[in-house]
């Protein structure tokens, strides 16, 4: 079960549906047309695919072995709208709807704006996803592709409920060794004569240890 159907959803989908064999990726965003046309795009390339509406994430969460969140439900700081506006998605889980409040980025300060969002909606999306996890069989994965902060209420819901739960750490560390060997550094590696797995394998375990 993919969440959102986004930039980063569409990054994730084709290799997790190809990696499904005979399983089906369903699709779950607040705007259903969207995942729809990212469905029919998965479809077109041979996968199986499904769009659902996020009114039905109950029904189709305690189905899957696998939820991914590629929503920004969750993620740290601000994230900046037009007419210089921001709103705060950290407090919200990717297993529930949420609607943050819109703020005036140059009239409130940051700690206004933590203060104004942790707020009914809030509550009621929290409530909801605790709710949710907890019905989901143990053995569901819970993915989330935010790596900050390390653990978002998605996964901390999904911790708390038994279930096995990754960031994405290990994701991002991954594209930036790709970046670095196959594109910033490729040429001196070859000329090195150490474009060689082993060197990608030392250049990901030092990231990894640097984070």
Not at 18 to 32: A, E, F, P
Not at 90 to 101: D, G, K
Not at 161 to 168: D, E, I, K, S
């Amino acid at each position: 079960l993919l969440l959102g159907a986004g930039g980063s959803a569409r990054a994730v989908a084709p290799h997790t549906a190809q990696l499904l064999g005979d399983g089906k990726l369903m699709i779950c965003n607040r705007t259903v047309e969207s995942a729809a046309a990212l469905a029919a795009e998965i479809r077109a390339r041979g996968w199986r695919a499904q769009a659902v509406p996020e009114a039905e994430l109950s029904t189709w969460a305690p189905r899957v072995g696998l939820i991914i969140n590629s929503t920004t439900k969750g993620q740290g700081g601000l994230r900046s709208l037009e007419n210089e506006t921001a709103i705060m998605a950290e407090p919200y889980s990717a297993l529930a709807p949420a609607q943050p409040i819109a703020l005036a980025t140059g009239k409130t300060r940051s700690e206004d704006i933590a203060g104004k969002a942790f707020h009914a909606d809030i509550e009621i999306n929290n409530e909801a996803s605790m709710k949710l996890a907890a019905s989901i069989p143990k053995h569901v994965r819970f993915y989330d592709l935010i790596y900050f902060p390390e653990e978002t209420v998605f996964l901390r819901h999904g911790r708390l409920t038994g279930h096995p739960t990754m960031n994405g750490k290990s994701m991002i560390i991954n594209q930036a060794v790709i970046a670095f060997c196959e594109r910033i550094c490729r040429a001196e590696l070859q000329a090195r004569g150490i474009d060689k797995p082993e060197t990608y394998q030392r250049i990901l375990e030092t990231m990894y240890r640097a984070w």
